[in-house]
């Protein structure tokens, strides 16, 4: 039998991979894999099948336009009303061509809790947004509370928020179609009373979007502990807007919904769950999207994909419970915190 002599080349790719780089990493890759998954398992025996009110908080947080009803799955998990409340209408853009719309987090029927221009004669620009001006329009949810009901005394109530959105589409003549439309929450949960399209646009992850017929939205995510826990006052200002530089008398519909868990006296309540290492995973998630926007758009994503027998909020909440594998030492190691 004669051997054959290695050319130079074979030579160089032969000792290239039986060094010893090639052969760790050769070695340690089944080990990775082995890894990932006992990290995957941890992460699924820790927490169990995700829980009926994390599944129905994932849907409203990415998208809040909806009837359905859900609970924040985070303690204190007593039993609660699950409430979803709205508001639907048009609004225009001004004699300078601006328009707006900013909503609160507010769940009564009597508080002003958004304000938008009603009005195409209406001289205010886009940062000068006060709740009250000339061609202004305050309104409210449709919910069955007033101001009054909440407060801390026997006979009062006490909410949380579970979810909230705002959203405006075009509605007027192709021929005046055109400009951009900013949509928003303020990223450290202050107002939107006075911004500029300027100051929009310092903040993480906010770009014009150019007019369509689609719709644009703007939604609120907890950004602390405290968001996610009961209050009987409400809140001091509107943290979501969208501004629209657009052209006089350009038309726009809009829709706000928001959804809260109520407790206290005379209310109909149902069972809540807990679900704490859940809830850290989908806070997780949504807080590395950075802005409300990247939600949104991976939900537009899913639901182009959507088929019977996997609806969008399913193809989202694998992401979330992938997110929760990868950062299970985390989320094991944490405490409480819920925001993560």
Do not use: D, F, N
């Given at each position: 039998m004669v051997k054959k002599k290695l050319t130079n080349k074979q030579r160089a790719a032969f000792a290239r991979a039986t060094s010893r780089p090639?052969?760790?990493?050769?070695?340690?890759?089944?080990?990775?894999?082995a890894?990932?998954?006992?990290?995957?398992q941890s992460f699924g025996e820790m927490r169990g099948s995700p829980s009926q009110c994390l599944i129905g908080y994932l849907k409203v947080q990415c998208d809040p336009f909806t009837e359905d009803t859900a609970c924040v799955p985070a303690a204190p998990s007593t039993p609660s009303q699950k409430l979803s409340c709205w508001s639907k209408g048009t609004l225009k853009c001004g004699t300078l061509g601006f328009g707006f719309l900013q909503v609160s987090t507010t769940p009564t029927n009597n508080t002003s809790s958004f304000a938008h221009i009603s009005r195409s004669d209406s001289t205010l620009a886009v940062a000068e947004t006060a709740v009250t001006g000339t061609g202004v329009l305050t309104d409210d949810y449709n919910s069955p509370y007033a101001e009054a009901d909440f407060g801390t005394a026997n006979d009062k109530k006490a909410y949380r928020v579970v979810a909230c959105g705002i959203r405006v589409r075009y509605i007027g003549t192709e021929l005046n179609r055109g400009g951009l439309i900013f949509a928003f929450q303020h990223p450290d949960h202050q107002t939107t009373n006075a911004l500029a399209v300027t100051d929009a646009q310092k903040f993480d992850g906010?770009?014009?979007?150019?007019v369509d017929r689609e719709w644009h939205a703007a939604l609120w995510t907890p950004i602390n502990d405290d968001e996610?826990?009961?209050r009987t006052t409400m809140p001091a200002h509107p943290t979501l807007a969208i501004m629209i530089e657009g052209s006089p008398d350009d038309i726009y519909a809009y829709e706000a919904y928001l959804?809260?868990?109520?407790?206290?006296a005379d209310v109909p309540k149902t069972p809540s769950e807990n679900d704490l290492i859940g809830m850290q995973a989908l806070s997780g998630w949504?807080?590395?999207?950075a802005q409300s926007s990247g939600i949104a758009q991976r939900v537009r994503e899913a639901k182009k994909r959507e088929r019977p027998n996997n609806p969008w909020w399913k193809q989202v909440l694998s992401e979330v419970l992938d997110y929760g594998a990868k950062n299970f030492t985390k989320f094991a190691a944490a405490a409480v915190p819920f925001v993560v």
């Open positions: 090639a052969l760790m990493s050769a070695m340690s890759a089944p080990r990775k894999v890894a990932r998954q006992r990290q995957s906010v770009v014009g979007e150019p996610i826990t009961y959804h809260v868990e109520v407790i206290g949504v807080h590395e999207k």
